[in-house]
């Protein structure tokens, strides 16, 4: 089973901050979170992945709580192209490695 | 990020046949590959792992003698649907990491429709 919690969908005006919220409240210690995005009928996109510390990158920033329960992946300027669905995935450091898929939030960028 | 292919990216196939499905890692070394299935307005499900020069690890209830997985190289992995029948018919996806412990990096994916 997925280890994630994430809202169905969500919507977002072009050019404002996009704000993604992901539970994962039974993380262990050496899980990563990972942030991947799906166009339709295309292969996952990676977005960023962090531990413990805030990441950014050129595509986006993750700001991961403290007690690491919970993560939100900010798109800082929505465009219409970020229009996808958005998978938060929680990733041990060690063993099998594998991604569990969630259900993901489907994020539409409206004009 | 790394690039990652997939062979065919449509296939239309009849039932009963086999149908073969390549993916490479183009710029980089994939010590591991991973292969899913998405089936329409679903996520994706991990059907098997595979590394490099070994046999791959199935997920649970998957059949690994109906889904061949070859992994004979660091830079191509191919998924063999055995016999397909319509209900394998889906959207079958890849993925490549350069060890277990980087990220992975997806396919453009391959839909297979069994008639």
């Known amino acids: ?19 993604l919220p992901c539970n994962h409240s039974t993380i262990s210690g050496n899980e990563y979170v990972y942030w991947y995005r799906q166009i339709h009928s295309q292969g996952p996109q990676y977005i960023i992945h962090g531990l413990k510390n805030n990441e950014t990158n050129e595509m986006a920033s993750l700001i991961i709580t403290e007690d690491r329960k919970s993560s939100t992946l900010i798109l800082p300027h929505a465009t219409l192209r970020d229009t996808a669905v958005y998978y938060c ?8 490695y594998k991604y569990i898929f969630g259900t993901g939030t489907r994020l539409k960028v409206l004009a | 990020g790394a690039v990652v292919s997939q062979h065919p990216s449509r296939v239309i196939c009849k039932s009963g046949t086999s149908v073969k499905i390549e993916c490479r890692s183009l710029d980089f070394q994939a010590t591991t590959m991973f292969w899913y299935r998405q089936f329409p307005k679903q996520s994706l499900m991990l059907m098997a792992t595979s590394n490099e020069g070994s046999k791959a690890t199935y997920e649970q209830g998957v059949e690994k003698d109906k889904f061949l997985i070859n992994h004979a190289s660091l830079t191509l992995s191919t998924l063999t649907v055995t016999s397909a029948h ?12 350069a060890g277990l412990d980087y990220e992975q990096y997806f396919g453009p994916g391959t839909r297979l429709t069994v008639t």
């Open chain 1, 89 to 96: 995935i929680v990733r041990a450091a060690s063993g099998t």
């Open chain 2, 86 to 97: 319509p209900e394998d018919s889906s959207f079958y996806i890849c993925s490549a990491s």
């Open chain 1, 1 to 19: 089973d997925a280890k994630t919690t994430q809202p169905t969908s969500m919507d977002c005006a072009e050019g404002r901050a996009a704000n």
